[in-house]
């Protein structure tokens, strides 16, 4: 078969490289008519932060240039944002720019980050707050109100969270008690994350939405949680009581440059691995992903596009208008709207398909011991992950972590799924917690060895991925020989997408055909 190249950011790009076409011409699309026809599978979205408003919404001439951007950029939904870092925006500005918004036939929301929110937390001091004192929960009441007073959804941006271990906080773990205004819950645990999570939910529960929905009924709550998810409870994210109590939910799928020195270490896949894991307990109060600008070039950006959309958002909130308009922003942005009409056409195709391969079972609440974020890195190494927060008893092969333990009955449930015959991907971590519990030996388990280093697994050679890969992928009838860093996802209609987070092209061969994807490139075959 003839090889099949593609370029890193698209076609346009590479006839723009090669001089075929101009810029002008490459832009010809109609991007803000291609967005809203397509905005009931997938729209684009931004957010004024407060601190935008002040700056880029006061002004009648600021609106206009926002609303331009808006529409040459595909958005067709923007997020105003009252309360950032300690400042409030003014109401006027607030409610001026939401109507102008509305007016042009954007669809407007509000937005809260609740962030430098009265007495610091003794943790990360500078940005969150000690939510046990009675004051600052009394101010995070006000901030809320405030917003449904303006807007009848609102979001809340990655910080709703604490860290810290002030006396008051110590005081009330060890009794075993949350206090949210004058109401008094009891702690399940003595952990931390026992405490956090109950003063997280109960404090939600009174001081945001009963508040929020009590100046307004028709108000709708979102809850974003960050990228970070390995420590979500650790710091109070309880996401599945969370998610039940709040009208949406979000996903922080910022991965950025895995390389850079001050943003990096998070690999590409992890916005499709937390993208699906939390699109599964949230069902369809999952709307979207939610990336920067930061730590990213050009084609680190679009990666954080492509994967949020294979990964099936709904939306993509690209943060944030102010920001995007320096550094790194300007050339992203331009390199998105080439990519745009792709983008949009393969988030249409993921919605009407059903993703198949490695289950892996990832429970809530669960610890990574030494193994943080293996699944990102297991996903990688070219193995189709159906990420899942319950034991994938019906799937056809899976992959286990440490992670699974959380599930007190997890080593009988394995025992079942080895001895059903089907492959099973464990790693050594998990092997040697469950020596004498677990028959392991069995020819259809593969250990992955890694010695508690999981950035390790971007070293593996083809040969020793080509050879790993084999018995994982028979149930699904593929065989895939790739290089590392180079991520497949499979359907179970036969589509397929191959994306290569290499900086040289990929030679790769899917089920016999052979195909060449560049450098940052990606490929897909939709039936």
């Known amino acids: 078969m003839k090889p099949i190249y593609s370029h890193p950011l698209g076609l346009s790009l590479a006839l723009l490289a090669a001089g075929i076409i101009t810029n002008a011409h490459a832009q010809t699309t109609d991007l803000w008519a291609l967005a809203q026809k397509e905005a009931g599978t997938h729209r684009f979205s931004t957010l004024f932060t407060a601190q935008d408003v002040r700056r880029y919404l006061s002004a009648e001439e600021g609106l206009k240039q926002a609303m331009d951007w808006c529409k040459q950029t595909a958005v067709t939904k923007v997020y105003i944002e009252s309360y950032r870092d300690g400042y409030t925006a003014e109401k006027t500005a607030l409610e001026n720019a939401r109507d102008k918004f509305k007016a042009a036939g954007f669809v407007v929301s509000g937005c809260v980050?609740?962030?430098?929110?009265?007495?610091?937390?003794?943790?990360?001091?500078?940005?969150?707050?000690?939510?046990?004192?009675p004051a600052t929960q009394a101010k995070i009441k006000d901030i809320f109100t405030y917003a449904a007073g303006m807007f009848d959804e609102i979001m809340i941006d990655d910080f709703w969270f604490t860290d810290c271990t002030c006396p008051e906080c110590e005081s009330a773990r060890k009794a075993h008690t949350v206090t949210v205004g004058d109401q008094k819950f009891p702690v399940p645990g003595e952990s931390w994350a026992d405490y956090r999570c109950e003063l997280m939910v109960q404090l939600s529960r009174s001081h945001v939405l009963a508040a929020s929905r009590q100046v307004n009924p028709k108000v709708k709550v979102?809850?974003?949680?960050?990228?970070?998810?390995?420590?979500?409870?650790?710091?109070?994210?309880?996401?599945?009581?969370?998610?039940a109590d709040f009208?949406?939910?979000?996903?922080?799928?910022?991965?950025?440059?895995?390389?850079?020195?001050?943003?990096g270490g998070t690999v590409q896949y992890e916005s499709y691995f937390i993208m699906r894991w939390l699109g599964g307990i949230g069902g369809d109060k999952c709307g979207g992903g939610w990336y920067d600008w930061l730590g990213t070039t050009e084609k680190t950006y679009l990666e954080q596009a492509r994967m949020t959309i294979l990964g099936g958002a709904r939306e993509s909130m690209l943060f944030c208008y102010g920001g995007l308009q320096s550094t790194t922003g300007p050339k992203n942005v331009e390199a998105l709207r080439l990519q745009i009409p792709r983008l949009l056409a393969t988030a249409r195709e993921v919605a009407k398909r059903q993703p198949i391969g490695l289950a892996a079972y990832r429970p809530i609440n669960s610890d990574p011991g030494k193994e943080p974020r293996v699944y990102d890195f297991v996903g990688m190494m070219g193995l189709p992950l159906v990420p899942c927060h319950e034991f994938p008893t019906n799937a056809q092969a899976a992959f286990f972590p440490v992670h699974c333990l959380k599930d007190k009955d997890f080593p009988a449930k394995l025992a079942a799924f080895i001895a059903a015959g089907k492959p099973v991907l464990i790693t050594d971590g998990?092997?040697?917690?469950?020596?004498?519990?677990?028959?392991?030996?069995?020819?259809?388990?593969?250990?992955?060895?890694?010695?508690?280093?999981?950035?390790?697994?971007?070293?593996l050679s083809q040969e020793a991925l080509d050879q790993l890969r084999a018995p994982l992928l028979r149930?699904?009838?593929?065989?895939?020989?790739?290089?590392?860093?180079?991520a497949l996802q499979l359907y179970k209609d036969g589509s397929w997408v191959i994306s290569n987070f290499n900086d040289d092209v990929a030679p790769v061969e899917l089920n016999g055909n052979r195909y060449q994807v560049a450098d940052r490139g990606w490929l897909d075959a939709w039936k």
């Open 113 to 133: 980050t609740p962030t430098k929110v009265g007495k610091p937390s003794t943790g990360w001091k500078d940005t969150i707050s000690c939510y046990t004192d």
């Open 222 to 243: 979102i809850i974003k949680y960050p990228q970070w998810y390995e420590n979500f409870h650790q710091r109070g994210y309880d996401v599945l009581r969370e998610t």
């Open 247 to 263: 009208d949406r939910i979000w996903v922080g799928t910022e991965t950025r440059d895995y390389n850079d020195q001050r943003w």
């Open 430 to 459: 998990l092997k040697t917690r469950l020596e004498g519990q677990v028959k392991l030996d069995a020819p259809n388990v593969t250990v992955l060895d890694m010695k508690g280093d999981p950035k390790s697994l971007l070293t």
């Open 475 to 486: 149930p699904f009838k593929s065989g895939f020989k790739a290089p590392n860093k180079v």
